[in-house]
């Protein structure tokens, strides 16, 4: 958090340094942009990288989920875990699709298309509306998803005999059901700002469909409620519980394994017995879905990170935004920021290929 905190604040120092060091800045306040002559000419010189990297990545996260969806459908979902990771695949599954209709919006060919096309509009208006609301609402699904299999993992070391009457498989399906609910829903409330009106040039004797962005008071309360939830309550508590269980996991896999270093001394498996053979394989079986949890809630970690700062920066710096005086930078940024949600819905599959026998078993037996 202290890190995250940091990032956030030492973006204004950027910014400060753009404004008042590299020529052709402009004041604060103003509605042109910063630097035209370099940070535009690094995100049109990005942006084709940008659209490519995510459509070609986006195959293998494609792929990816696809195949993790099918594997836990055949292992069948009567272990709330199992239930999870399916659910998880799903949101990652759309928030890789919508990652690559964003890489796709922004190319030139798509855009000059649409424009002959006797359609009018800004092509980050429509790249928002078509790519960047639905990727927000399934990757902060996606968030917390994430979230709640931590939870659910902590309290299956913590209440080891209590957490089947805790969570039981009603229990959890009607969680999974309600996350989708809040994760999804509220990215309906930033369309009502986006409007659309028939406009006739004379001149053409034509008539384009104009798309614009309504800054009425009752609209922006609502997009700004929307982007309070996408913005801050989402991420932060989502980011902030993952952390949480995952320290409480680490410890309690480091306190399991300096036990068990301590009482393997002088005993094998063979006399140990079969009920004690039993409990240890159970034992093990949990500790790897345990190991599968903190691998994938740190990869969530790792690149939630950036984007959690990119929206704490929207926060501090009223002026960083799509059509502030820093677009271009917050361009760049959430461009990264969306390779790096792509990357954290591409890498479960590979997490559970690795950590789950059967989980591997069931795999090859699908391309066998």
Same mark, same amino acid.
């Given at each position: 958090?202290?890190?995250?905190?940091?990032?956030?604040?030492?973006?204004?120092?950027?910014?400060?340094?753009?404004?008042?060091?590299?020529?052709?800045?402009?004041?604060?306040?103003?509605?042109?942009?910063?630097?035209?002559?370099?940070?535009?000419?690094?995100?049109?010189?990005?942006?084709?990288?940008?659209?490519?990297?995510?459509?070609?990545?986006?195959?293998?996260?494609?792929?990816?989920?696809?195949?993790?969806?099918?594997?836990?459908?055949?292992?069948?979902?009567?272990?709330?875990?199992?239930?999870?990771?399916?659910?998880?695949?799903?949101?990652?599954?759309?928030?890789?699709?919508?990652?690559?209709?964003?890489?796709?919006?922004?190319?030139?060919?798509?855009?000059?298309?649409?424009?002959?096309?006797?359609?009018?509009?800004?092509?980050?208006?429509?790249?928002?509306?078509?790519?960047?609301?639905?990727?927000?609402?399934?990757?902060?699904?996606?968030?917390?998803?994430?979230?709640?299999?931590?939870?659910?993992?902590?309290?299956?070391?913590?209440?080891?005999?209590?957490?089947?009457?805790?969570?039981?498989?009603?229990?959890?399906?009607?969680?999974?059901?309600?996350?989708?609910?809040?994760?999804?829903?509220?990215?309906?409330?930033?369309?009502?700002?986006?409007?659309?009106?028939?406009?006739?040039?004379?001149?053409?004797?034509?008539? /384009?469909?104009?798309?614009?962005?309504?800054?009425?008071? !009752?609209?922006?309360? =609502?997009? &700004?409620?929307?982007?309070? $939830? +996408?913005?801050?309550?989402?991420?932060?508590?989502?980011?902030?519980?993952?952390?949480?269980?995952?320290?409480?996991?680490?410890?309690?896999?480091?306190?399991?394994?300096?036990?068990?270093?301590?009482?393997?001394?002088?005993?094998?498996?063979?006399?140990?017995?079969?009920?004690?053979?039993?409990?240890?394989?159970?034992?093990?079986?949990?500790?790897?879905?345990?190991?599968?949890?903190?691998?994938?809630?740190?990869?969530?970690?790792?690149?939630?990170?950036?984007? /959690?700062?990119?929206?704490?920066?929207?926060?501090?710096? !009223?002026?960083?935004? =799509?059509? &502030?005086?820093?677009?271009? $930078? +917050?361009?760049?940024?959430?461009?990264?920021?969306?390779?790096?949600?792509?990357?954290?819905?591409?890498?479960?599959?590979?997490?559970?290929?690795?950590?789950?026998?059967?989980?591997?078993?069931?795999?090859?037996?699908?391309?066998?």
């Amino acid at each position: 958090m202290f890190q995250m905190f940091m990032w956030t604040i030492a973006y204004r120092p950027v910014l400060n340094f753009y404004v008042e060091k590299m020529p052709g800045g402009m004041a604060p306040g103003t509605n042109e942009s910063i630097v035209p002559h370099h940070l535009e000419h690094v995100y049109l010189r990005l942006q084709p990288i940008f659209s490519w990297t995510v459509l070609t990545t986006g195959l293998v996260g494609l792929a990816g989920n696809l195949l993790t969806l099918l594997v836990y459908i055949k292992l069948g979902l009567t272990h709330t875990i199992h239930m999870s990771y399916a659910a998880l695949a799903l949101s990652d599954l759309c928030c890789v699709l919508t990652s690559m209709m964003c890489g796709l919006s922004v190319m030139k060919a798509v855009t000059n298309h649409l424009n002959i096309r006797a359609v009018t509009f800004s092509s980050s208006t429509f790249t928002a509306m078509i790519a960047d609301y639905p990727h927000m609402a399934f990757s902060r699904t996606t968030a917390l998803l994430t979230a709640w299999i931590s939870v659910e993992r902590c309290l299956c070391v913590l209440f080891p005999t209590r957490v089947k009457l805790l969570i039981s498989r009603t229990i959890n399906r009607a969680v999974i059901a309600s996350i989708f609910i809040i994760g999804c829903c509220p990215i309906v409330l930033a369309y009502f700002q986006h409007k659309f009106a028939r406009q006739f040039d004379p001149d053409n004797n034509s008539t /384009s469909l104009v798309f614009y962005v309504s800054s009425s008071r !009752e609209v922006m309360f =609502l997009y &700004g409620l929307a982007f309070l $939830l +996408y913005g801050f309550v989402y991420p932060l508590s989502s980011w902030v519980t993952v952390f949480v269980c995952t320290t409480l996991l680490v410890n309690r896999l480091r306190q399991k394994a300096a036990w068990r270093k301590l009482n393997a001394r002088g005993r094998t498996p063979r006399n140990l017995g079969p009920e004690a053979g039993r409990k240890q394989q159970l034992s093990s079986r949990e500790d790897r879905i345990t190991k599968t949890v903190v691998i994938v809630a740190s990869i969530f970690i790792v690149c939630s990170l950036p984007i /959690s700062a990119n929206l704490f920066a929207v926060l501090f710096e !009223e002026e960083y935004h =799509l059509m &502030g005086p820093y677009r271009y $930078l +917050y361009m760049i940024n959430s461009m990264v920021c969306f390779m790096l949600s792509q990357l954290n819905s591409s890498l479960n599959v590979f997490v559970f290929a690795l950590m789950g026998s059967k989980f591997r078993s069931v795999l090859c037996g699908m391309f066998s």
